[in-house]
């Protein structure tokens, strides 16, 4: 049983802006709308918290502005911190342009998340009754990688680990790459980044290469709006359907997906069910408009009960 999940991925500072169109190069745009908030890893770790997950936030946090935000916003979300703040340097920030379609684009410039050593996740105690989430983007990072990878060898054998690449999934070392795969229990990747590491453009068959090569229980692919691609190892691929909505704005959706798809694990649920109550927290999160917009147990139990009765 699943009593927490500890995440070791990367708190940075979102400065979204709400555009008509991306400005066309050397140009500039007027947004129309725009806040300052937690983001990056904060996204999924909130998405398991409104789902009744304790959680541990185990990354690294910095000196400054951005840093006292990110705790702020952490300490309010109900998320523990485990690891003392980094002195001399500031938690990381991204500016994220979203269109009018909902799509968004990002540029990020790194900060103290970008600097976790390996002495500092083995000063964080695990044990067989927690999850860890592990994020590409701090596997991408020279210091984080080889820490994370090296550290999630000598974790029980029954903690969970789920691990999402991320967009930046190709420029992962492969040495680290290879090891983490070897100890995730679940590869949660959108299509496009199941596609990068597969060469395979449908989503099944993505999902089935990416099952060959982790080292544990399976693999999600998702799909946008049609859903996402469960295969279970040792059993065929099960394509769990999308629920539609008018999307707002798209950002944080995975983020959402993957944190929800841990809380029903957590609680109980088959990964098959648990992927169906992520799919309808995504599809709620993309109608509201922000990075951390996943919904709350009781709005998800909401909104399944309403699609039963549409049937």
Request: glycine share 12%; hydrophobic share 45%; charged share 20%.
């Given at each position: 049983?699943?009593e927490?999940?500890?995440h070791?991925?990367n708190v940075?500072i979102d400065?979204?802006?709400n555009?008509?169109?991306?400005?066309?190069?050397?140009g500039?745009m007027?947004?129309h709308?725009?806040?300052?908030?937690?983001?990056?890893?904060?996204?999924v770790?909130t998405?398991a918290?409104?789902q009744g997950?304790?959680?541990t936030?185990a990354?690294a946090?910095?000196?400054?502005?951005?840093g006292?935000?990110?705790?702020?916003?952490l300490?309010e979300?109900?998320?523990d911190i485990?690891?003392p703040?980094t002195?001399g340097?500031?938690?990381?920030?991204?500016?994220?342009l979203?269109d009018?379609?909902g799509e968004?684009?990002?540029?990020?410039s790194?900060g103290?998340e970008?600097?976790?050593?390996?002495?500092?996740l083995d000063?964080?105690?695990?044990?067989?009754?927690?999850?860890?989430?592990v994020s590409?983007y701090?596997?991408?990072?020279?210091s984080?990688g080889?820490?994370?990878?090296?550290?999630?060898g000598?974790?029980p054998?029954?903690t969970l680990?789920?691990?999402?690449?991320g967009p930046l999934?190709?420029?992962?070392?492969?040495?680290?790459?290879?090891a983490?795969l070897k100890r995730t229990d679940w590869?949660?990747?959108?299509?496009r980044?199941?596609?990068?590491?597969?060469?395979?453009s449908?989503p099944v068959r993505?999902a089935?290469?990416l099952?060959e090569?982790?080292?544990?229980?399976?693999v999600?692919?998702?799909i946008?709006p049609?859903?996402?691609?469960?295969?279970?190892?040792?059993?065929?691929?099960?394509?769990?359907?999308?629920?539609?909505v008018?999307?707002?704005?798209?950002?944080?959706a995975?983020d959402?997906?993957?944190?929800?798809f841990?809380a029903?694990l957590?609680h109980?649920?088959?990964?098959?069910e648990a992927v169906?109550r992520?799919?309808a927290?995504?599809?709620?999160a993309v109608?509201r408009s922000g990075?951390?917009t996943?919904?709350?147990a009781a709005?998800?139990?909401?909104?399944?009960?309403?699609?039963?009765?549409?049937?």
């Amino acid at each position: 049983m699943i009593e927490r999940l500890v995440h070791v991925g990367n708190v940075v500072i979102d400065l979204v802006m709400n555009v008509p169109a991306l400005p066309v190069r050397g140009g500039d745009m007027l947004a129309h709308s725009s806040q300052v908030t937690a983001g990056g890893g904060y996204n999924v770790m909130t998405a398991a918290r409104r789902q009744g997950l304790p959680v541990t936030y185990a990354g690294a946090h910095g000196t400054g502005p951005f840093g006292d935000l990110a705790r702020r916003q952490l300490a309010e979300a109900g998320i523990d911190i485990a690891q003392p703040a980094t002195a001399g340097v500031d938690t990381g920030f991204d500016v994220a342009l979203v269109d009018a379609q909902g799509e968004r684009t990002f540029a990020t410039s790194l900060g103290a998340e970008a600097r976790l050593e390996r002495q500092d996740l083995d000063a964080v105690p695990v044990g067989p009754s927690d999850a860890v989430y592990v994020s590409g983007y701090g596997l991408v990072y020279p210091s984080n990688g080889p820490a994370i990878a090296g550290w999630l060898g000598g974790l029980p054998d029954r903690t969970l680990v789920v691990t999402d690449p991320g967009p930046l999934v190709s420029d992962i070392p492969e040495p680290v790459r290879d090891a983490v795969l070897k100890r995730t229990d679940w590869w949660s990747a959108n299509l496009r980044e199941a596609q990068t590491l597969t060469g395979q453009s449908d989503p099944v068959r993505a999902a089935e290469a990416l099952s060959e090569r982790t080292g544990r229980s399976g693999v999600l692919v998702r799909i946008g709006p049609d859903g996402a691609v469960v295969k279970e190892r040792g059993r065929p691929a099960v394509v769990v359907p999308g629920f539609p909505v008018a999307q707002v704005d798209a950002n944080g959706a995975g983020d959402a997906h993957v944190g929800v798809f841990i809380a029903g694990l957590a609680h109980g649920l088959s990964p098959v069910e648990a992927v169906r109550r992520a799919n309808a927290a995504a599809a709620i999160a993309v109608t509201r408009s922000g990075p951390a917009t996943a919904p709350t147990a009781a709005e998800t139990d909401e909104f399944l009960a309403a699609a039963r009765a549409l049937r």
